[in-house]
């Protein structure tokens, strides 16, 4: 079964690192592993006008984009 991890929205920061918008894993375990990193990496690194979190949705993680700093 596939799972996918989705940015919810591509913030301007996520343009300019080329950030793809969704990644497709065939291990659930590993999808959202992949999921966090990538919000963690998003918080640390970004220029903190917004904060990013997971959230599962059915078998797949979305990357949230809220407004505000991290």
Known sequence: MEHHVVVEKLCGCAK?????QIKTLDDKENALRIARAWAQQCNDSFCGKHEFDVVEVDDNYVIS???GSY
């Open 65 to 67: 984009v809220g407004e």
């Open 16 to 20: 300019r690192k080329n950030m793809p």
